[in-house]
């Protein structure tokens, strides 16, 4: 991928910023995740929802709004996102060129993508790429309350090496939580993808078997699927198919449908206003 260079000046300081880049950890070399801490008390928030960051460049404010990955219940140490890097001069080529201690913008949070309280049904989570985001604060908060829910996730990516959050799904599966992780990948035959052993195709072409495999009860499960319109439209269909009434369909389209990803700007910020809560 072709990164254009990237010659804002970004503002250090500025009256506006209310917040700070205190961590970063790379997954490869277009996905990251970002933690941003507010200064002063941070802000109470739903899992699901999100929130939007920026900075100044060149006096003016670029930002973004992404789902949150981590927990409400931590958010005193800071909201991560876990964010690809967009090859257009928008927000993402100013967010990867930030050092940690940054002072940034945040706001928020917005969205009601949001899990329904004691809901004892199977949730089966559906997403591609960093769509996954809002799945790991659902996870996380449901697991530090000690009331995890039965809950498929079904996770697909391009390359075995986007699979963002792989290895804390593993640890959860190998600690015996009701959680069961289906990733696959869209492109086997490529050799970046050598040795993968599991699960193969788009992740709205798994579905089907991933309903029977699990034995899922139409009456017993509520889905949620986040990612890419085009995909959200497939794997509603297929879960209808396999009997969800669509009260049991929740959805979170991470840009308009029908308009180019690349031309919606970042792909890991929530995009539709009835489907994100953003205006």
Known sequence: ???????RVIQPESERYNAEL???????DDLAYFVVRFR????????????????????????????IASS??????????YVRLVPIL?????LWRLPVGHEMRMTGPKGRFQLEPDDDRTHLFISTGTGIAPFISMIKTDLFDGKPRRTIVAHGVSYARELGYRREFEQWEADGLPISYVPTVSRPADPANAGWTGRTGRVDAILDD??????LVPERTVAYICGNPEMILKAEAIVRAHGLPEPHVKKELYWPKGKDAG????????????MAGQG
Do not use: N
């Open 1 to 7: 991928m072709t990164i254009p260079e990237d010659t």
């Open 210 to 215: 991933v309903c029977r495999d699990f034995h």
């Open 90 to 94: 928008r927000f993402t080529t100013l």
């Open 40 to 67: 002063g008390e941070p802000v109470p928030f739903e899992p699901g929802q999100y929130m939007t960051i920026g900075v100044f460049a060149d006096d003016r404010l670029v930002q973004r709004p992404y789902s």
């Open 72 to 81: 409400p219940r931590t958010a005193d140490e800071g909201y991560e996102f």
């Open 22 to 28: 205190v961590s970063r950890r790379d997954e490869t």
């Open 263 to 274: 031309l919606a700007g970042d792909t890991s910020s929530p995009r539709v206003p009835e």
